[in-house]
């Protein structure tokens, strides 16, 4: 009974057309970010290093350097904070977790490019 419940509230809160991007592609986050009364819209651009959790609680990872630094943040896919993800390049890749990335300095960090056809 109470799982029922659970999965219609869950439904609930799913977007109706999730975006479509896949581990090693380099994607835009496009947050909706509140400051006081206004309401602006801050980019975030990495790699996706991973995906996790299915339904609502479903999330990825993605990772960045800024000032030479790796920036790693988390994302709940169906969040109403996300206003769109779009895919700029799409990477060449045979993991389903890239965490390897972490260790990596320079240019071992770029992943080959994938072609689409």
């Known amino acids: 009974m109470s799982q029922a419940i659970m999965d219609l509230v869950e439904k609930t809160a799913l977007k109706e057309n999730p975006p479509k991007f896949d581990v090693g592609d380099t994607v835009d986050v496009h947050l909706r970010i509140l400051e006081g ?5 801050q980019v975030f651009t990495g790699v996706v290093i991973g995906l996790s959790g299915t339904g609502s609680k479903e999330m990825f990872s993605v990772r960045r350097i800024v000032a030479g630094e790796g920036v790693e943040r988390k994302f709940p896919l169906h969040s109403p904070r996300i206003d769109k993800v779009e895919v700029k390049r799409s ?22 490019e994938r072609r689409r056809v």
């Open 37 to 41: 009364s206004k309401e602006r819209i």
């Open 91 to 112: 990477g060449v890749v045979r993991r389903a977790k890239l965490y390897f990335l972490r260790g990596r300095v320079g240019k071992a960090v770029r992943l080959k």
